[in-house]
């Protein structure tokens, strides 16, 4: 029905057409006043009229395709979507003209952009001319200083910062290793590579790998003109984008590859402070860039990629420097430059062997492992191409007056190198109150070969057990709902293997340095005998994302800071590394009473114009635990009597502990997984610094004994000399100072034993302790069985937890071995026995004698008593007679013999 009304439709518009149309025809036939008008009217209607015919076959068509589509808008819709008219549409001529035309359009808007751009950028090109870049390059200065003044480094160019050559005077393999590096189209593009681009964006678009497409050209431009703005790599950038790529192509107008690809090694970073392949050349191969060889080239060639990962002396990315080098040199062979047995041969060569030594290019240095640490955050802040520009003065935290001491401490502790096997040791010191680094020895020589240069002091390496305190126990004393913790508390050092080593594979167990359990210990004695399994129960209450988490945030910030984790292994120093300058101010926190801030290296950095661009402010920093809970662990780490639980006489060896100086120490020793000792450990705090010490082999290998010689000889060395010298000199110390007790805490005695507990410990609601009475044997102080004697029978009162780990009941009576019984007595002893008799000696005396008989264990003392008096006592240890001389007759007489194992026995005499 719908289709007939449409068909009607269009048959009476094409008889309207019609009549329309002979009407026109027959207008064309009346005369015309004038041959003008005439032939005027004419054309028009002849226009007109075919105008209208254009639109009545439009109209008609189009009335000719609705007509074939249902009536109903939305099935309309649908139809118009089937594959075959889309097709249609798409490659009709009309849709075919009206894309022509937004072409052309788009192309004309382009070309008039791109003309603008020019236009409006041409003004910078009169900087860029070999002459202009020359005048760019000259000598200058960066001076660090110390906090107090104290030149340490003048960062000169010295022609080792930037040197300039000719192009004859630069090696063809390093023009040729360049362009593979960097550019491989670089000889046929004009300044852009519309193809690199293109491939950039679609792999960058895909996320297969986010790629630059700027040629040689383009990062000559970026190098000279726009080195500040090139760390802004967003949308804000897309303006310097634009303007490398007009300018490249006018640079390209303007000068031949040659010469571009000259300027480019000569402008480009090669690492540190290398600008230019002839500084890079001379730096790092003593020699001329034109007497560079292949595997020389291709090596520097990998560099301007990434400088600073690739700086020949950042021996942290060797590896990927090479296989850089790698990449280069198979390209150079593709690109025809050079044979594959060429490359093969370049490859082969040890060509790190031939870098000169960085520590030549620092000989005057003072402190330079902290020097270069600020050099390299500095360029990681404001960019190395504008901290090579120099003209700054850096004024640092360091103390040089404590630097000195530190130097000499260490190489004073490396005299006893020999004694554990090691060959290296490190030392850094934090300021407690600010978090300001204050001295720091990266290696025991600066100038030993092959590691002197390497700086320790910011190095991964296992804690072992000085992350105790940090990790372990901190966390545990931390208010939380049902049972606290404190200094108090006992943990019970046990077999915990099972647990410990759910789930591993192989042979897993944990075991005290000693080898030994020692069974029922309070945390005070845990901690300051630095008893493992003690530790690993106080990660387990805690969980070790929480303890993680505080551990962080207390300072430890590299510590299993990429999600790996060792499991309970964790509790010890196992499985990852910490940062010592890191470890330090963690215990700075925990020095500062549970509060955290950043460490600081630099107090004020000016530019060449005396303009302060960054200057050092303090904070309050950010409380990470109650002041109470820190000061548990302090009051611990600072009680040399609790550390002879295992350390002995040890306890109170010079460096360890010192009666001029208080501060809180935690030693540690990592274990290779062989039983041997891998790293020695010495933390310790006082009221003003912190600081770490680190003693082990620079290559990780095993020593052969894990003392801590070294570590306790160098903190000897310095410890008191740094605060009486330094701090007492600057009026911040004075000896006795220490770390006052806060406001709040209790002292309490629990299980038997007095010690300090946070505020909010409750020894009824929240010590998860309930008491018992039990009895003991006297002697061997386990319980008392049916063969322990009556006089060796001892009640009692013992607290008794559950074990939070194995869950266990546990009975505490603080000296008394509430696991095991009486294994000194049993009833088949054979017990001592005693005789006694009197005799009248006739003159007015009686003698009184007694026979004493020891059973299985030797005598230990007897009471003679007279008339019910004791007249005489006295120790024996085997069978004997006893006698008294009394003046007085005797009416009764006892003689009472004990043993060793507290069997006795009493004889009586009567009248």
């Known amino acids: 029905m719908a289709t007939k009304k449409t068909a009607s439709k269009i048959t009476k518009a094409i008889e309207k057409k019609k009549t329309e149309k002979k009407a ?51 099935l309309r819709f649908l139809a118009r979507l089937r594959p075959d008219r889309l097709f249609k549409w798409w490659f009709s001529k009309e849709n075919q003209l009206r894309l022509l035309k937004i072409f052309i359009a788009l192309v004309l808007l382009i070309i008039i952009a791109i003309g603008g751009l020019f236009l409006y950028f041409k003004k910078d090109l009169a900087e860029i001319n070999p002459e202009e870049l020359a005048n760019r390059v000259q000598d200058t200065v960066n001076t660090y200083l110390d906090r107090n003044g104290e030149v340490l480094w003048e960062d000169k160019g010295n022609g080792d910062y930037r040197l300039v050559v000719d192009g004859g005077d630069i090696s063809t393999y390093m023009r040729q290793a360049t362009v593979a590096a960097e550019d491989r189209n670089f000889y046929n593009h004009i300044g852009i590579d519309f193809g690199a681009l293109l491939r950039a964006a679609y792999m960058t678009v895909t996320g297969k790998q986010v790629q630059g497409g700027s040629t040689l050209t383009q990062q000559l431009i970026k190098q000279v003109y726009f080195s500040e703005e090139a760390q802004d790599r967003g949308l804000s950038g897309l303006p310097r984008k634009i303007k490398e790529a007009i300018l490249a192509i006018e640079v390209e107008k303007m000068y031949d590859k040659e010469q571009i690809i000259t300027l480019y090694l000569n402008e480009s970073p090669y690492g540190g402070r290398r600008n230019g392949v002839e500084s890079a050349a001379q730096t790092y191969f003593n020699k001329s860039a034109k007497d560079l060889d292949l595997a020389e080239s291709a090596l520097l060639a990998a560099i301007p990629n990434n400088p600073g990962r690739f700086n020949p002396y950042n021996t942290t990315y060797h590896k990927d420097l090479l296989n850089r080098q790698a990449y280069i040199l198979d390209a150079m062979a593709d690109m025809g430059y050079i044979t594959v047995e060429q490359a093969k041969e370049a490859k082969a060569i040890d060509i790190i062997a031939r870098i000169k030594p960085e520590a030549d290019q620092y000989a005057n240095m003072k402190a330079p492992w902290f020097v270069l640490e600020v050099k390299a955050q500095l360029e990681a802040k404001y960019g190395i191409k504008t901290m090579r520009e120099g003209g700054f003065t850096i004024k640092t935290t360091l103390d040089y007056r404590a630097q000195k001491l530190a130097e000499a401490a260490v190489k004073e502790g490396s005299k006893l190198f020999y004694k554990n096997k090691s060959d290296n040791a490190a030392l850094v010191s934090v300021d407690v109150e600010t978090s300001q680094v204050i001295a720091m020895v990266g290696s025991y020589d600066w100038n030993k070969a092959g590691y002197g240069q390497v700086n320790s002091t910011t190095s991964l390496l296992e804690p072992a057990s000085s992350i105790k305190p940090i990790l372990d126990y901190t966390p545990l004393f931390i208010q939380r709902s049902g049972v606290n913790y404190g200094p108090g508390t006992v943990l019970r050092d046990e077999n915990i293997d099972k647990l410990y080593c759910s789930g591993n594979v192989g042979r897993c167990s944990i075991r005290n340095a000693s080898g030994k359990f020692y069974g029922d210990t309070t945390i005070r004695q845990a901690l300051a005998g630095s008893l493992n399994i003690p530790a690993v129960k106080a990660l387990y209450i805690n969980s070790i994302e929480n303890s993680l988490d505080i551990a962080h945030k207390l300072g430890d910030v590299s510590y299993c800071a990429n999600g790996e984790t060792a499991g309970l292994s964790m509790a010890i120093g196992g499985g990852c590394g910490v940062r010592p300058v890191e470890h330090a101010n963690a215990y700075a926190s925990i020095a500062r009473g549970g509060v955290y801030k950043d460490l600081s290296y630099i107090l004020e950095v000016k ?66 997984g062989a039983g041997k000792a891998k790293d020695s450990w010495l933390l310790s705090y006082s009221t003003v610094l912190a600081t770490a010490i680190w003693n082990g082999n620079h290559d990780g290998k095993a020593m052969p004994t894990g003392s801590h010689d070294v570590a306790f000889k160098i903190s000897a060395n310095y410890m008191d000399r740094v605060h009486s010298e330094v701090y007492g000199a600057d009026g911040k110390w004075k000896s006795g100072d220490k770390i006052e007790e806060p406001s709040g805490m209790q002292h309490m005695t629990v299980n038997g034993k007095t010690d300090i507990w946070p505020s909010w410990y409750n020894k009824t609601k929240s010590s998860g302790i309930t008491n018992v009475t039990m009895t003991f044997d006297s002697v061997s102080k386990k319980k008392a069985t049916d063969c322990t004697p009556p006089e060796a029978r001892i009640e ?115 009248k």
């Open 607 to 672: 530019n060449a114009t005396d303009d302060v661009i960054e200057s050092w402010s303090d904070t309050e920093g950010t409380r990470v635990v109650d002041a109470q809970v820190a000061y548990m662990t302090t009051s611990i780490l600072s009680d040399a009597p609790a550390r002879r639980y295992t350390f002995g006489s040890l306890a109170t060896a010079p460096g360890f502990y010192s009666n001029k100086t208080w501060f809180a120490a935690k030693t540690g020793t990592t274990d290779n």
């Open 796 to 910: 009692v009162t013992v607290s008794k937890m559950i074990d939070p780990m194995t869950k266990k009941e546990i009975y505490y009576a603080g000296g008394y071995d509430t696991e095991n019984e009486d294994d000194v007595h049993s009833c088949a002893d054979l017990k001592p026995s005693a005789a006694i008799s009197v005799r009248n000696n006739g003159n007015g005396t009686w003698t009184v004698t007694a026979n004493l008989t020891n059973g299985r264990y030797y005598l230990k003392n007897y009471t003679i008593s007279v008339n019910g008096t004791a007249v005489k006592s006295g120790d024996i240890e085997s069978s004997g007679t006893v006698t008294y001389d009394s003046s007085e007759e005797p009416t009764s007489a006892s003689v009472r013999v004990s043993d060793t194992a507290g069997y006795s026995d009493t004889a009586n005499w009567s």
């Open 24 to 74: 026109d025809k027959e207008a064309q036939k009346k005369p015309q006043t004038s041959s003008s008008k005439k032939n005027g009217m004419s054309l028009y209607s002849n226009l007109a009229y075919k105008r209208r015919v254009k639109q009545d076959q439009r109209a008609r068509k189009k009335a000719e395709e609705l007509a074939k589509l249902p009536k109903n808008p939305f």
